[in-house]
């Protein structure tokens, strides 16, 4: 990562830190490490309003370069930073959402002199809202990638397999095109694999997770996505599987059917691609979020699927999420959203309905905010494909 | 999961807990739930001293029975004890070094009169360090399917594949004999995908995190693991795929070669073997930790690999690690631990030693601690073999 792209992310955060008058904030999580230092680190970035960051680092043992320091422990910043002529913060930025309470608590302890504030992961989620050139860069780059392993998606399928089995082609084709397989969300109570794969009705069984949709899961202590049965003829499949090629996180869910599916499945499938154009249409910067979700809703509602729309039993509440290093950013398209969309904002967009003894049909794909709507990062046709 | 063995896992924690005059629990992180639940849910368990365990949930939408009290935030926890004849508390646990910071402020908010400690992450971690014996059984048929899959790694070897490549194939190895895939590690700032294939120098490359060997990895966003060079003669490789199964992680090791080693790996790997065997030798309930390590060191000292024992210019500083729910549990054979071995305690045993232009050697297993010595939960051929 180039120090100016650096440099620009690093001043987004302190231009929203000025806003609060906080001059200073120590960085320890993986994903805003990756943001303003451009890799994962063992340590800590400070970073302070008027001065250059310094890297304090536990590991690697090999990092070395200008403000950069090696460190064991983060009770020797303080000295550290005076050593270095950079005073100490009087108002302090920690990653309260992130950060575990013992861990934030040991770090606020080493400035004892400052306020120290637990905003820091809600200020940098909203930096990190607005892509640079070269975050949009990348999230195109990731899509073709996502593009071209779904493109391989009815090759590798065979008669007779699981869904699971199938899952398990589908994330080697992806593995293979460049994709890390880590999956990034936010929340600690969130997890998942590198994907989902739903066939059937499974698309309907509700999950713990507050992801699009759920799925039984192959064991108790993961329940989400495939559930290891037989993947039948005339039940649809949505692959939904993270597109992280480079730390970003793209998103992209396409149909496939075992044979025929009945002539309804088709109806609900055009109408979530109605709804896709729509919001195409309509989405530019200063849209309101929860104005594309009630869009959504409503033409839903109208085409009589109300009731399938994003679920079943258990309903997501959004038909659109920020994605980035996370794959829960900021904005979401969902209620009570008032926040408009922004030139260089990356969401998912993904209208889904789940149909009973069919199962899921409906469309995801990434999408940057421009100057005048939105751009398309995963290119590809939207058609239920027939295995 | 079993009532009596959920109510043997909650009364391991309560012990605890009435050591330190808690009287109750709420637990909130999903390997907490997993432990003491079964599975993962969407919510909270509260567990009291002095009455059955109460299960309140936000997702999934569908689950019911007695005890199990649906609700949409937190703050409706107390109203709902009152309504159920169970008393607030007066010392509540919650998992201070697992809940986000603002979190564990909001859990701990709802609760005014209460004392709230934070030392729930460290006493739970404590209660699951000891294995009950259907969690022993957990790890015992894990351990087989691990096995299964390695016995298959050298029929998906081809000639000039990368690290990255032939990784992708053990990892659907795995996956097709069940690996559910998710990883699950102990502190926020670790993190890697299925495991690690580390091949000659790449396996010195220090890493930002507290594994035990380390690797450059594919991009900067997760600076770990195989880096996508090509496999070369005279390199040896080492696969360590974590082997969740079941929820539990296993821990397993091999090494493979391209073609014939230089005779210094064949002999540093038996230096491996032998410290494995002599650990096996002393291990059993009462042993010290530390004294496990130190021996290891010793050995690797005496046979003349010390500056090569465990990595090499960033060396890992244990030789074992307890493996659970996380990959990262107690107890962990490293200096200054105090700890002594108890039956049922579950470890990876991982002495490795990095030659340099060579690459790792070395050997993991998964051992669980009984009333007379050490049981091998991962028994597979432990020869570098050649491919």
Same mark, same amino acid.
């Given at each position: 990562?180039?120090?100016?792209?650096?440099?620009?992310?690093?001043?987004?955060?302190?231009?929203?830190?000025?806003?609060?008058?906080?001059?200073?904030?120590?960085?320890?999580? %993986?994903?805003?490490?990756?943001?303003?230092?451009?890799?994962?680190?063992?340590?800590?970035?400070?970073?302070?309003?008027?001065?250059?960051?310094?890297?304090?680092?536990?590991?690697?043992?090999?990092?070395?370069?200008?403000?950069?320091?090696?460190?064991?422990?983060?009770?020797?910043?303080?000295?550290?930073?005076?050593?270095?002529?950079?005073?100490?913060?009087?108002?302090?930025?920690?990653?309260?959402?992130?950060?575990?309470?013992?861990?934030?608590?040991?770090?606020?302890?080493?400035?004892?002199?400052?306020?120290?504030?637990?905003?820091?992961?809600?200020?940098?989620?909203?930096?990190?809202?607005?892509?640079? %050139?070269?975050?949009?860069?990348?999230?195109?780059?990731?899509?073709?990638?996502?593009?071209?392993?779904?493109?391989?998606?009815?090759? @590798?399928?065979?008669?007779?397999m699981t869904d699971r089995q199938f899952?398990?082609?589908?994330?080697?084709?992806?593995?293979?095109?460049?994709?890390?397989?880590?999956?990034? @969300?936010?929340?600690?109570?969130?997890?998942?694999?590198?994907?989902?794969?739903?066939?059937?009705?499974?698309?309907?069984?509700?999950?713990?997770?507050?992801?699009?949709?759920?799925?039984?899961?192959?064991?108790?202590?993961?329940?989400?996505?495939a559930?290891g049965d037989f993947l039948?003829?005339?039940?649809?499949?949505?692959?939904?599987?993270?597109? %992280?090629?480079?730390?970003?996180?793209?998103?992209?869910?396409?149909?496939?059917?075992?044979?025929?599916?009945?002539?309804?499945?088709?109806?609900?499938?055009?109408?979530?691609?109605?709804?896709?154009?729509?919001?195409?249409?309509?989405?530019?910067?200063?849209?309101?979020?929860?104005?594309?979700?009630?869009?959504?809703?409503?033409?839903?509602?109208?085409?009589?699927?109300?009731?399938?729309?994003?679920?079943?039993?258990?309903?997501?509440?959004?038909?659109?999420?920020?994605?980035?290093?996370?794959? %829960?950013?900021?904005?979401?398209?969902?209620?009570?959203?008032?926040?408009?969309?922004?030139?260089?904002? @990356?969401?998912?967009?993904?209208?889904?309905?789940?149909?009973?003894?069919?199962?899921?049909?409906?469309?995801?794909?990434?999408?940057?905010?421009?100057?005048?709507?939105?751009?398309?990062?995963?290119?590809?046709?939207?058609?239920? @494909?027939?295995?």
């Amino acid at each position: 990562m180039l120090q100016p792209e650096l440099k620009l992310r690093r001043d987004k955060i302190r231009s929203l830190m000025a806003l609060q008058g906080i001059d200073a904030a120590l960085i320890a999580c %993986n994903v805003n490490l990756i943001y303003t230092f451009g890799r994962v680190v063992g340590g800590y970035l400070y970073l302070p309003l008027h001065a250059p960051a310094q890297l304090f680092v536990k590991r690697p043992c090999n990092l070395a370069g200008e403000h950069i320091h090696s460190i064991r422990k983060p009770e020797e910043l303080p000295a550290l930073l005076k050593e270095n002529d950079i005073s100490l913060p009087t108002k302090l930025m920690l990653e309260g959402d992130e950060l575990p309470y013992r861990e934030y608590c040991r770090l606020a302890a080493c400035f004892p002199e400052a306020e120290v504030v637990p905003c820091g992961t809600a200020l940098i989620r909203q930096a990190r809202s607005v892509k640079t %050139n070269v975050e949009i860069e990348m999230f195109r780059r990731s899509g073709m990638a996502h593009v071209k392993a779904y493109q391989q998606i009815p090759s @590798v399928y065979r008669t007779g397999m699981t869904d699971r089995q199938f899952s398990i082609e589908i994330e080697r084709l992806m593995r293979l095109e460049g994709c890390l397989g880590i999956f990034r @969300v936010f929340g600690q109570s969130m997890e998942i694999f590198m994907g989902s794969l739903l066939a059937g009705d499974n698309a309907a069984v509700p999950s713990p997770y507050d992801f699009a949709l759920g799925g039984k899961g192959l064991d108790p202590s993961l329940p989400g996505g495939a559930s290891g049965d037989f993947l039948q003829p005339g039940q649809s499949i949505m692959v939904d599987m993270g597109g %992280n090629f480079n730390g970003y996180m793209g998103d992209m869910s396409r149909v496939f059917s075992v044979g025929k599916l009945p002539e309804k499945a088709y109806v609900a499938h055009q109408v979530c691609l109605d709804i896709q154009e729509a919001i195409v249409q309509q989405a530019k910067p200063g849209t309101v979020c929860e104005d594309l979700y009630n869009m959504a809703v409503g033409m839903a509602e109208k085409a009589g699927f109300a009731d399938y729309f994003m679920g079943v039993k258990q309903k997501a509440k959004f038909v659109g999420h920020g994605i980035g290093l996370e794959i %829960n950013e900021m904005p979401v398209l969902a209620p009570r959203m008032k926040q408009e969309l922004e030139p260089g904002m @990356v969401f998912a967009l993904e209208p889904k309905i789940v149909l009973p003894e069919i199962g899921p049909v409906g469309i995801e794909n990434s999408w940057v905010v421009t100057t005048e709507g939105l751009e398309k990062l995963t290119p590809a046709p939207e058609d239920i @494909v027939e295995l």
